[in-house]
Nanobody, 120 residues
Framework: VQPVESGGGLVQAGGSLRLSCAVS????????IAWFRQAPGKGYEGVSY????????YYIDSVKGRFTISSDNAANTVYLQMSSLKPEDTADYYCAAGGYKLENPTYDYWGQGTQVTVSS
């Protein structure tokens, strides 16, 4: 079971990026999928999660209204559409599967991360 992220890059403030998390070894309706991020010199921060079996999503306040999490069950892929990006969104973004909400220690499966850099 290995999530694989893609889609990071360098973008100017106000711009957009779409991150992808392709999963294998299970179907999306079996697990909650979450996005975490780690800014330089800081700890992990949960950003958003989706539980497709319950049709539920959640966002932290700082990204609400700017980020959208979605899933494509046929492609077994979760997306994080990020708009109106701010320099403070700069971080390594990780996709994780198999945990509970945004409780980091509960997640068993992690991707390798993708870097997002937002320039001012």
């Amino acid at each position: 079971v290995q999530p694989v992220e893609s889609g990071g890059g360098l973008v100017q403030a106000g711009g957009s990026l779409r991150l992808s998390c392709a999963v294998s070894g299970f179907t999306l309706d079996e697990y909650t999928i979450a996005w975490f991020r780690q800014a330089p010199g800081k700890g992990y921060e949960g950003v958003s999660y989706i539980t497709t079996s319950e049709s539920s999503t959640y966002y932290i306040d700082s990204v609400k209204g700017r980020f959208t999490i979605s899933s494509d069950n046929a492609a077994n892929t979760v997306y994080l559409q990020m708009s109106s990006l701010k320099p403070e969104d700069t971080a390594d973004y990780y996709c994780a599967a198999g945990g509970y909400k945004l409780e980091n220690p509960t997640y068993d499966y992690w991707g390798q991360g993708t870097q997002v850099t937002v320039s001012s």
